[in-house]
């Protein structure tokens, strides 16, 4: 069963829109989540996270959401960018084990 | 070099041949970790380390791997006997202890 869930496998948005990604786990032990963005060939990058005391984290264009009683977090890019196109992955530590737990990733893709 | 360094970055192997895939962590940092990613999936858990101790091995899928971490920098993850389904990108990540991973490039292992 998969514990953290990115529903949304990709996702078109506008150049200079906001975008919005969405992530629900079920494990209510998780107690950090990341945001992670990949570029084809590379490896996953760390863009933003979140504890799980708190409901907010700001870092420039990127706002990470987090919402412990319904399990979902989201991450809100403003202004998207092209560069901004890429697969996202939420991600998710604590919850019983010591590596993180993934979501399956969602692809941004920002039209110009 | 600043980031975790991976390789070979490709490898091609026939079925039931023995693979080596090298990791090459940030300098100083404790923590270093193993994930497997199946193409359209995100990464999953393999294995732990804590300097050369390895704290868990719970993700590893079965006795034909095999993780080291001799002198608690260089990794190596060993594949015995590879198989089809162990073709995959394999992706090292280090932390200073739980903090944030930053992984490497990945190795993509093909078995043929």
């Known amino acids: 069963d998969q514990q953290v869930k990115q529903n949304s496998p990709s996702l078109s948005v506008q150049e200079g829109r906001i975008s919005i990604l969405n992530c629900d786990y079920t494990n209510s032990m998780f107690d950090y989540f990341l945001w992670y963005k990949k570029y084809p060939a590379e490896g996953p990058t760390f863009l933003i996270s979140?504890?799980?005391?708190?409901d907010k984290n700001e870092d420039g264009r990127f706002t990470v959401f987090l919402n412990k009683s319904a399990k979902h977090l989201s991450l809100h890019i403003v202004p998207s960018q092209p560069g901004d196109s890429a697969v996202y992955f939420c991600?998710?530590?604590?919850?019983?084990?010591?590596?993180?737990?993934f979501g399956k990733g969602t692809h941004l893709i920002i039209q110009p | 070099g600043a980031g975790v360094s991976q390789s070979p970055r490709y490898k091609v192997a026939k079925r039931g041949q023995d693979v080596a895939l090298r990791c090459d962590p940030i300098s100083g940092h404790v923590s270093l970790f193993w994930y497997q990613q199946a193409l359209g999936q995100g990464p999953e858990f393999l294995t732990y380390?804590?300097?050369?101790?390895?704290?868990?091995k719970s993700g590893l899928p079965s006795d034909r791997f095999f993780a080291e971490r001799p002198e608690g920098s260089v990794s190596t993850l060993k594949i015995q006997r590879t198989q089809q389904e162990d073709s995959a990108v394999y992706l090292c990540a280090s932390s200073y202890f739980q903090n944030i991973q930053y992984f490497g490039a990945g190795t993509r292992l093909s078995v043929l």
């Open positions: 380390f804590q300097n050369e101790a390895q704290l868990d």
């Open positions: 991600a998710a530590r604590g919850g019983g084990a010591d590596g993180l737990t």
């Open positions: 979140i504890s799980s005391i708190k």
